[in-house]
């Protein structure tokens, strides 16, 4: 799997190679690397007697679900501690939550000021993780930061992500070991179910020991269709439809989103590949839609392929490792109705690999600031996810 590493050039351009030829090689071999020392970098508390972890932002080759060779951005991390002795450090895999579909979005490029809070309150639990001497590696999925649209929510796509970083992460840093769990969170618990399932076949050399997915994305199709029907405007949750069919996209170019959408949905389609989440939701975007008016209502073709491509993003899947689902009942961003509907869907294809950790009604889950519930329970489960995943890194 070993290729040659090329010298990284700087700023953006760091992102975008010009060259056909480095996408050329193996999924999971580095285009290039170098130390990562901005905003987006993971660091320690304060009053540590160094700031930072060694951060290196990582372009490496991967896949597109049709088997084209793409460049995937991400953020390699390494603890401060030595391997264990005689060994190498296990490795988290994780997978962020939607920060929209635009290059500027991307966590390792963090330039946009709406999705900053989103990047950045994850790094209490990464953070965490480098404590226990755990290395972190951190996707930006597939045209998030690089080249081409993103395909938000397609499985297969996140993935190859979630998983060819994990390689990457090793021909950079020999002492990154084999052994590897992912963790992921909303959009990137949704992610994280879809790379275990894909794990064994996608990079069978690897020994992956299990998935943690805080809040994760499912139902897909129930929720469009409740956006669908939704009459209250502003709303930002407009901003998910569109974004479901970048993703939709991905897995059907025949989709043609000018006959899927209404006339006034089409006119700021455009803005799925400039805008953050939180722009898109604002009421000069996505956001200031009705809910009815979204798609185009008579039936046609690419309505039938986009709710097809939906069906596919659920994960419920079967997974071959134990299976962490965490939610909060006040979640309002990922209801945990849906959520036991999917712990239900897991059980029953793979039994009691899967464990379910619900926080009921007064657990004490923070409402972070602008971001409510639904990134609280990332720093409220921190206690008990630990110790789940050392059981599972030191099990033979």
Not at 112 to 130: C, T
Request: hydrophobic share 40%; with cysteine; proline share 9%.
């Amino acid at each position: 799997m070993a290729s040659v590493i090329k010298a990284a050039p700087e700023g953006v351009a760091f992102y975008y190679p010009k060259d056909p030829a480095d996408l050329e090689g193996e999924h999971g071999t580095v285009i290039w690397h170098r130390p990562l020392t901005v905003e987006s970098a993971i660091v320690k508390p304060e009053g540590a007697s160094t700031p930072r972890w060694r951060n290196e932002l990582v372009l490496y080759r991967s896949r597109d679900v049709r088997g084209n060779p793409i460049a995937v951005s991400g953020i390699v991390v390494l603890p401060d501690t030595p391997p264990p002795a005689g060994g190498s450090y296990p490795v988290i895999s994780w997978a962020h939550g939607t920060v929209g579909s635009a290059d500027p979005t991307a966590p390792s490029r963090d330039e946009d000021e709406k999705s900053k809070p989103m990047n950045a309150y994850p790094h209490v639990l990464l953070r965490a993780f480098l404590e226990k001497g755990w290395a972190v590696v951190m996707t930006d999925y597939e045209g998030l930061g690089t080249e081409g649209p993103h395909p938000y929510q397609l499985g297969e796509s996140e993935a190859r992500g979630i998983l060819d970083i994990v390689r990457a992460a090793r021909q950079i840093f020999p002492e990154i070991g084999h052994c590897f769990q992912i963790v992921g969170h909303s959009q990137g618990g949704q992610a994280a179910l879809f790379g275990a399932h894909h794990a064994p076949s996608w990079t069978p050399e690897l020994d992956f020991r299990g998935v943690v997915a805080v809040a994760p994305s499912s139902s897909i199709v129930d929720l469009v269709v409740g956006a669908s029907q939704h009459k209250e405007t502003p709303f930002d949750g407009y901003a998910f439809p569109g974004l479901f069919l970048t993703g939709a996209m991905g897995g059907d170019p025949t989709i043609d989103p000018r006959e899927l959408l209404s006339d006034r949905a089409y006119e700021v389609f455009p803005h799925l590949e400039r805008y953050s989440r939180g722009r898109l939701s604002e009421s000069d975007s996505w956001g200031g839609l009705v809910g009815t008016d979204i798609f185009n209502p008579r039936q046609n073709p690419s309505k039938s392929k986009f709710f097809r491509q939906l069906e596919r993003m659920h994960p419920a899947l079967p997974i071959e490792a134990p299976v962490r689902i965490v939610q909060a009942a006040a979640d309002t961003r990922v209801l945990a109705v849906n959520t036991r509907k999917l712990v239900d869907q897991l059980v029953f294809l793979n039994g009691d690999l899967v464990e379910y950790e619900l926080y009921e009604l007064g657990s004490g889950v923070p409402i972070v600031p602008d971001l409510g519930v639904h990134f609280g329970t990332i720093k409220h489960d921190i206690e008990r996810m630990i110790p789940w995943l050392e059981g599972h890194f030191s099990r033979p």
